[in-house]
């Protein structure tokens, strides 16, 4: 049976990456040798790390605009501690809408003074707080731009005149932005783009070396700038699969091709929820619903053993909420099938018409 996989991460890749890497796995590029085996340093892997990078930026429309792409290890985590230590030097703030904009906002009070300037903790986190300001005088803004445990997403960025980070490990390539407006973007891999394992950092070359404090080589951005992201060895797989999916968004037409799907999947689950009376989601205001991961409780607990029946039947995969919020999660990344959410849509409507 095939299986429908609405897990948030790791995920849903596409097939024929699958098919790919299991192949380089055995054999790489007809060497004889498997992809996990071969020197990083090796002409095949040195490709694989420059492809993966050029088409980061060009499907960002970044290319010879003062970015460099970077494939690092140590997850959106690792960032919220390296962005702090290469970019704070006073002061910095922060917009939090989630547990990983909490969480980094932990990571750089360590090393200046951080204000938060709106939350929507309170409400737990059940939309994106708006209408705040941002002080003119900090060395950067940050926000995250997809929440995946409360199924939030940021429809809007603030116009400011100072740098803009953006933690986007949910959404990247999910969705025409205007790119530029950021100064640095760093995404996990595991959601839109490969395994876990490694992390996309992109960043605009000229908000580096503002920072008075020695800043350890791993931790430094402009060292692994400077190394092509060869300073120590890379993630060799996990690049290689995410370069395959990039490949592969390429060939679909780029992110403004998938943006549609993206939005017509969207469109289909979240009109179910709204019209199905057995459910209701998570997020309140509409406009701040994520695209990316839909949010939803059944209202009636006792329903719950049929629905997840239903589910395992029809070869659902990865529904369940985060422990910190409950009920269910349809993660929609960009491999997701539109027939995976039809399949899940007529599961929710067969249990409406037996109960």
Request: glycine letters at 6%.
């Amino acid at each position: 049976m095939k299986k429908h996989n609405f897990s948030a991460g790791p995920c849903v890749l596409p097939q024929s990456v699958l098919q790919k890497s299991a192949e380089a796995v055995l054999n790489f590029n007809n060497s004889n040798l498997s992809l996990l085996e071969i020197s990083h340093r090796s002409k095949d892997f040195v490709e694989v790390m420059d492809n993966a990078r050029n088409l980061a930026l060009e499907h960002l429309g970044l290319q010879n605009k003062g970015y460099q792409a970077l494939f690092l290890q140590g997850g959106a985590s690792l960032e919220f501690l390296m962005v702090a230590y290469n970019l704070l030097e006073k002061k910095a703030a922060y917009l939090n809408t989630g547990t990983w904009s909490d969480k980094a906002i932990k990571e750089a009070k360590l090393f200046g003074e951080v204000v938060e300037v709106a939350t929507s903790k309170s409400d737990n986190f059940n939309f994106i707080p708006k209408n705040y300001k941002v002080p003119s005088d900090a060395d950067y803004f940050h926000c995250t731009s997809n929440n995946t445990i409360f199924g939030t997403q940021m429809q809007s960025f603030p116009e400011i005149n100072i740098p803009m980070v953006c933690d986007m490990s949910s959404d990247i390539f999910s969705r025409q932005l205007d790119f530029s407006k950021f100064s640095l973007i760093y995404a996990g891999a595991q959601k839109n783009m490969g395994p876990a394992g490694t992390t996309l950092i992109v960043i605009k070359e000229e908000i580096l070396g503002k920072v008075s404090r020695v800043i350890p080589s791993m931790l430094n951005y402009k060292v692994h700038i400077d190394k092509e992201s060869m300073f120590n060895t890379p993630a060799v797989f996990p690049v290689y699969v995410s370069m395959l999916t990039l490949q592969w968004l390429k060939d679909m037409g780029g992110v403004s091709a998938i943006e549609k799907v993206n939005n017509q999947k969207a469109e289909i689950l979240y009109s179910e929820i709204d019209k199905n009376p057995l459910f209701e989601g998570f997020v309140t205001n509409k406009e701040d619903r994520s695209k990316m991961n839909a949010t939803f409780n059944l209202r009636n607990d006792k329903l719950k053993a049929t629905f997840d029946d239903l589910l395992k039947q029809a070869g659902i995969n990865g529904l369940n909420g985060h422990r910190s919020v409950g009920g269910y999660r349809a993660s929609m990344y960009n491999a997701l099938t539109l027939e995976s959410v039809q399949v899940l849509v007529s599961i929710m409507q067969a249990l409406e018409k037996g109960a």
